[in-house]
């Protein structure tokens, strides 16, 4: 590997056999198992519930949803600290849109960020919310999508 370069390794164990496995697409399950070395809880994965998968269990479209608002929210709060910009809250709810193509498959059309940001102080506001762009050009996996991810801020100041 070159320097600059990080290697990343899960595994995915499938869990829903049944005991007829895969002879029809309503015989078996989708339910299965992510793991990574080191990591003391595995994910519990599904398909959604539209395509019979368990809806207590997450899925990948949650799951690249959730990547896009962590990496998002990391990579803000790195540049938030270079600008002198004092982060003391953040959520976010992202959302996105999957279409199916007709064929069996489908991609994400768009996904959106909705970051709430609260600041230490009022002279930090516009800073706040200029800095998203520059957050956004950081993360590796809103760079790695082939789809637009749209941002959708709200900066408040701490009360």
């Not at 608002?69 to 996105?96: E, I």
């Not at 007709?102 to 919310?129: C, I, N, Q, Y």
Request: negative net charge.
């Amino acid at each position: 590997m070159r320097l600059g370069e990080h290697a990343y390794t899960v595994e995915v164990e499938w869990t829903g056999a049944r005991a007829a496995g895969t002879t029809s697409y309503r015989s078996y399950g989708r339910d299965h198992v992510v793991r990574a070395a080191g990591k003391a809880h595995e994910l519990e994965g599904s398909s959604d519930r539209v395509f019979h998968g368990d809806a207590e269990r997450w899925n990948p479209e949650e799951l690249l949803l959730a990547a896009l608002g962590q990496c998002h929210m990391l990579s803000y709060l790195h540049v938030a600290t270079l600008h002198g910009v004092v982060v003391t809250a953040y959520t976010d709810a992202p959302t996105g849109v999957m279409v199916e193509d007709g064929r069996g498959g489908g991609s994400f059309r768009e996904a959106t960020l909705r970051p709430r940001v609260v600041v230490a102080d009022a002279s930090m506001l516009a800073l706040a919310h200029e800095i998203h762009a520059e957050a956004s050009a950081k993360c590796f996996i809103a760079a790695s999508v082939a789809f637009p991810v749209h941002h959708e801020s709200v900066e408040v100041v701490a009360d």
